[in-house]
């Protein structure tokens, strides 16, 4: 015990220290022992304070640890997007510089996004609008059925690797025989490669106006309208190399992908770690079309130099998600459509299949979108609100397959349901866009629909393509819904996917499917 009034400094005074005016009681003294300042300090503080102090040190380091690790790896895209493929006439394919080359730097200082300001008016997309709801229906709660967001993350099947495993050599001819396609099939897909090979720009880029890119003489006809879309037409170009096997670092068409990635990395418009692919004709459509073709070549091959600018994709798409309803639309965070959801939560699974950074909240943000357009307890979908059109319905289902939901979920199964009794789109105005989803939705699923669509699916496409003949031979031609934008090309990079469904993707569902999940 100290006296009162005296110093508490005066407890740690050194035993030949000069002393204070108030000396301590000798006795006291000889009685304790001498202790230092920092022992006094941590016994006058209470236990539990010294524990949480400590504990808040330790968490703020193991924090900060990761994040300094990422900044010291990140990197920078350099770009150029000032220059659309029209306006780049002097390179020449020889001239790029090949992507493991590339100089990619993200040490620029971000730049803060504007708030997306939508204005009461709807905002129509330069590509015509699918199908809107026919019919307004309850919203049904299907929470209780959505399965947790891990089932995204788990692999596909009980192959090895990733998703894109079956377009290797050695599984592709496997799965092409086992999921229902031939060798015309196959040749069909060999003969629309070759055509979209032989539309490429100089600079890399593709058009929609496919003219610009012709390498054979000849009057080419139905060329889309959309000729200032470079980042659009390039990725539908550059989509069915890669699910065919062909990337810029084998195959056939090296040199061609090579292009194809460079130019579409070089009109990425970067702020800070968000790399932009939308443009005026087409906006989020473009974007998400771009990322799904870096994440694919990313995924693919691995290639380290791609993994910056696919990554950029994924955050632009993470950073434009409605905060609200979950969905994407036109205009970052504006309130979504099924359409423009479906080709951003595939990029989404594009980058994940690569393991890139996927936030677990626009997961389900994504799912809770899905929520607000589904009809018929889940087996259906609208366009911005509940409804049933075809494409939309095609587009919801898959979506909530790589979302998780199980083979059995009774909506999945009415939905499927749904497409095998109104089959694929044909003759002269078959709409692309809904076989290409459809497909996927049907080959998924498997069983005797599968059987049945796949069948008159693969032999319409293989009939209607063009055989000979140039410059049209190998391409496809429908008057369906985006044909007017988009053209000969879209066609016929749509026809080429859907053709290449049996190994593009490996099945969702399957007896030795992984039950690992991949941890975010």
Not at 362 to 391: C, E, H, R, W
Not at 463 to 477: D, L, M, R, Y
Request: hydrophobic share 35%; charged share 20%; aromatic share 8%.
């Amino acid at each position: 015990m100290r006296r009162r009034g005296a110093k508490v400094n005066d407890m740690a005074t050194p035993p030949n220290a000069p002393q204070n005016d108030i000396e301590p009681d000798h006795d006291e003294e000889e009685a304790r022992p001498t202790v230092s300042s920092r022992f006094l300090l941590l016994t006058a503080v209470p236990s539990w304070l010294v524990s949480l102090v400590v504990h808040f040190l330790l968490i703020l380091i193991l924090v900060l640890l990761p994040v300094a690790q990422r900044v010291s790896q990140n990197r920078d895209i350099v770009v150029d997007d000032t220059a659309d493929a029209e306006e780049i006439d002097e390179f020449v394919m020889e001239s790029f510089e090949p992507i493991d080359e590339m100089k990619l730097d993200f040490d620029k200082p971000p730049e803060q996004m504007e708030e997306a300001v939508i204005a009461e008016e709807n905002i129509v997309s330069d590509f015509q609008e699918l199908e809107a709801a026919t019919q307004q229906m309850d919203l049904v709660d299907f929470a209780d059925q959505t399965a947790p967001f891990s089932d995204m993350m788990t692999n596909d099947a009980g192959l090895t690797g990733n998703g894109t495993s079956g377009r290797g050599q050695a599984t592709r001819t496997k799965m092409l025989s086992e999921g229902g396609g031939n060798g015309g099939s196959e040749a069909a897909v060999v003969a629309g490669i070759k055509w979209i090979a032989d539309h490429q720009l100089p600079d890399g880029t593709w058009n929609f106006d496919h003219r610009r890119g012709a390498k054979k003489p000849g009057e080419s006809k139905n060329f889309g309208e959309f000729s200032n879309s470079p980042r659009a037409a390039t990725a539908m170009g550059l989509l069915p190399f890669l699910g065919s096997g062909h990337t810029h670092k084998e195959g056939k068409y090296k040199k061609e992908v090579n292009a194809g990635l460079t130019a579409l990395v070089r009109l990425m418009k970067v702020r800070g770690v968000q790399g932009d692919l939308t443009e005026a004709q087409g906006n989020m459509y473009s974007h998400g079309l771009g990322s799904i073709a870096l994440c694919e070549a990313y995924a693919m091959t691995q290639d380290k130099n791609l993994a910056a600018p696919a990554q950029a994709s994924l955050n632009y798409i993470v950073s434009s998600q409605d905060p609200v309803g979950g969905g994407w639309r036109y205009q970052p965070r504006q309130a979504g459509d099924t359409s423009v959801v479906g080709w951003q939560l595939m990029a989404l699974k594009s980058g994940h299949m690569g393991y890139l950074e996927v936030p677990r909240n626009t997961i389900n943000g994504a799912m809770k979108f899905l929520d607000s357009v589904q009809s018929d307890g889940g087996a259906k979908y609208g366009y911005v609100d509940p409804g049933a059109g075809t494409a939309t319905t095609s587009v919801g289902l898959l979506c909530r397959m790589y979302l998780g939901w199980k083979k059995d979920n009774p909506a999945l199964e009415k939905g499927v349901d749904f497409l095998a009794k109104t089959g694929p789109s044909v003759g002269n105005n078959a709409n692309m866009y809904y076989n290409y989803y459809a497909t996927q939705v049907m080959r998924h699923y498997s069983g005797p629909r599968w059987d049945a669509w796949n069948q008159k699916q693969r032999d319409f496409l293989i009939n209607t393509q063009v055989k000979e003949g140039q410059p049209e031979a190998g391409s496809w031609h429908f008057n369906g819904s985006h044909a007017d934008k988009g053209g000969r090309l879209y066609n016929t990079s749509l026809a080429v996917l859907t053709l290449e469904v049996y190994y593009r993707h490996l099945p969702i569902y399957k007896n030795t499917a992984s039950e690992e999940d991949f941890p975010l």
